[in-house]
């Protein structure tokens, strides 16, 4: 079993960043990739970022491409999601999650509970 737990979310005004926490406990997620999503209220949940178990591979959607960066840090059981430029339409809800399967490709099987990140112009 692996619990995982959100922080970092928050306001923050168009332009800035927000770094986003995913701590594990439970189980070491070292050998397992991550993602994040993100779900707004009245749309779907959107993928935003994934990263490979060893952190050698990273995936984003054109829609946050160059603005955002996924990392993780084995040691302390943690993934990241570092959000620079922030626009109001990044407002959302997001969500961590761990990943199997091939790269590229994830299947996601345990899912955090969410923080939220609200960017204001």
């Known amino acids: 079993q692996v619990q995982l737990v959100e922080s970092g979310g928050g306001l923050v005004q168009a332009g800035g960043s927000l770094r986003l926490s995913c701590v594990a406990s439970?189980?070491?997620?070292?050998?397992?990739?991550m993602g994040w999503f993100r779900q707004a209220p009245g749309k779907e949940r959107e993928f935003v970022a994934a990263?490979?178990?060893?952190?050698?591979?990273?995936y984003y959607p054109d829609s946050v491409k160059g603005r955002f960066t996924i990392s993780r840090d084995n040691a302390k059981n943690t993934v990241y999601l570092q959000m620079n430029s922030l626009k109001p339409e990044d407002t959302a809800v997001y969500y961590c999650a761990r990943g199997t399967g091939i790269a590229g490709n994830y299947e996601y099987d345990y899912w955090g509970q969410g923080t939220r990140v609200t960017v204001s112009s």
């Open positions: 439970g189980r070491s997620i070292s050998i397992y990739a």
């Open positions: 990263i490979s178990w060893s952190g050698g591979r990273t």
